[in-house]
């Protein structure tokens, strides 16, 4: 069974850019969740989705949104990219019944 | 302020030493999981605990959550050169659901040959 798949793996942007990450989940997780990790703060939890809908939010600003698909795949946005926001990205899925989450590779973003 | 501590914070140890990491809060947790990340990837799960006091093994690591489920430990027993990375523990709070985990700050072990 594939694991969770999170492209690119790596990406460079500038201050005040956007940016898009996508997580493919493991075939039949409905629920897709989103972290920052960083040395500073280590792994905060920024969203989760299930079934299309947001189920929970941290407590990050409006930059950052995602939103899921009906085949659960889901992508998350930032926009007006800061130099804090340099992270990685990791994104895990559950399933549906499930309480145990399996993490992707994540994506390093680094902000110039 | 993170919910979950924990001690130490980085550890370097000699192959065949043994090691314990802690993971406490002053929350309760449904359930506690433990993962293992190695630099530049996602962290992979070891672990999870749901029953206050469960024990478990996992070869030469041993789990254990406490009985109010509040604290968690991790034991490695006989420690080797493949046991070095950052460990993890996160919890589900019982009024979260279960996408969503509190994480510690991580425990970066060394074990050297």
């Known amino acids: 069974k594939a694991g969770v798949t999170q492209t690119p793996r790596y990406l460079i942007k500038t201050r005040g850019q956007q940016v898009t990450l996508s997580c493919s989940p493991i075939s039949g997780h409905r629920s897709v969740s989103w972290y920052q990790q960083t040395p500073g703060q280590g792994l905060q939890f920024l969203f989760e989705y299930f079934s299309e809908t947001q189920r929970n939010k941290g407590n990050f600003p409006g930059r950052f949104s995602g939103r899921q698909f009906s085949n659960s795949r889901s992508e998350m946005n930032v926009s007006t990219l800061e130099l804090g926001d340099s992270a990685l990205y990791l994104c895990?899925?559950?399933?549906?019944?499930?309480?145990?989450?399996?993490f992707g590779p994540g994506t390093r973003l680094t902000v110039l | 302020t993170q919910l979950l501590e924990q001690s130490p914070q980085f550890l370097s140890i000699q192959e065949g030493e043994n090691l314990t990491v802690y993971c406490n809060s002053s929350?309760?947790?449904?359930?506690l999981q433990w993962y293992r990340q190695e630099p530049g990837e996602g962290p992979v799960l070891l672990v999870t605990?749901?029953?206050?006091?469960e024990v478990k093994k996992l070869k030469r690591l041993t789990f254990q959550f406490g009985d109010a489920r509040k604290d968690s430990s991790l034991h490695i027993t006989a420690a080797q050169p493949g046991d070095t990375g950052l460990y993890l523990c996160?919890?589900?709070?019982?009024?979260?659901?279960?996408?969503?985990?509190?994480f510690g700050a991580g425990t970066q072990v060394v074990v050297t040959p």
């Open positions: 996160a919890g589900h709070m019982t009024t979260d659901s279960w996408g969503k985990l509190q």
């Open positions: 929350s309760v947790f449904s359930s």
């Open positions: 895990a899925s559950t399933r549906s019944s499930g309480n145990e989450q399996f």
């Open positions: 605990v749901v029953t206050g006091g």
